[in-house]
């Protein structure tokens, strides 16, 4: 049977690899922490989850326009406006299930053979992949520990050429949690208006912060008409399993973004956009409490790999994300991830998932229980101190 080769070149994605491993052992008997899975472990707010069970009850179950009904999109413009400062329209709107289809359209209408990419590493595998799918080269801007993972600007400068057509941008960052500076955005926005670049920004943390404010490219007069801001309800709302994704973009993007639903999955569940409505307009209390509480786990998680010999762990100002260095053990990405799981079930990513410059790194999930996180320093600590 024939293959496209180009299939080959789709990665896959290290959390759900070591997820699969983490199940098989609880399934065999094992005791296992997951903190691999970005995942909230919180359930999503009351309020959100009866709007969607009125949706179905009342009907909402049919087909619905490609990019998302009228309503949904505009509570997801006003949603946007208010949280960047800026003035958008719903037909500015794209509305698909989850982040990732917005992504991988996004850089299919955009990018091709021969073009190049430029991705923040170590960074969200997928952004890598679908450039290396479509034909184009990701090229690797280094996130460096020095500077609270953040590239440098003349780093990026250097990494421009001809064939470059677009900059990936993700703060607050998979997987370290760490988060561009305003200025940072402001020269991003520079180079991409001098070389006619688009800029796709991954915004779906920002609403999980804590010692600094979000800042948004898109709040730069300007960058609007050439950016794909992205954002979503699985992380914030605790809404990994509803499928909910959506983007403001030029208008002209948006009609092409529109086509390519059509001819990929139809349009997004109705009844899960009507929750949607409910999670942007309604009561967010319930957010606020679980940042609160990410916030606390985030402090404890820190401090404690801090403690143990041979780690050293910035603290992330968003994302639930930890990304300590461990270099200071002696073992690689892979083997420190390795042993942690097998020898005492304590599930983590290597930080070569993300990366070649995520080597002597690890990312541990704080989206579990502070007993957990607790028991799994525990573990690390006593597995180390054997080594």
Known sequence: MHYNERINRLESEGAFVVL???KQMER???SVIHLEIGEPDFNTPKNISDAGIMAIREGHTHYAASGGILEAR???ARYMSETRNIKLTPEQIIIMPGCKPLIFCAMVALIGDGDEVIVPNPGYPTYQSVAKFLGAKPIPVKLREEY???FLVDDLRTLVTPKTRMIIL???ENPSGGMLTWEDLSTVYEIAREHDLWILSDEIYSRIIYDVEFKSITSIPGAMERTIAIDGLSKTFAMTGWRLGFAAMPEKLAEYMFTLAINNFSSTATFTQHAMIEALTGPQ???NR???????RRDIIVAGLNDIEGISCLKPEGAFYVFPNITGTGLTSDEFADMMLEQVGV???PGTAFGEYGEGYVRFSYANSVENIKEALSRIERTLARV
């Open 74 to 76: 505009e509570a997801a």
């Open 20 to 22: 699969a491993r983490a």
């Open 285 to 287: 209390g319930e957010i």
């Open 347 to 349: 599930a983590s990513l």
């Open 28 to 30: 065999e008997g094992r």
């Open 170 to 172: 993700n703060s607050p």
């Open 148 to 150: 609270n993972f953040r």
């Open 290 to 296: 679980m940042v609160a509480e990410f916030r606390r």
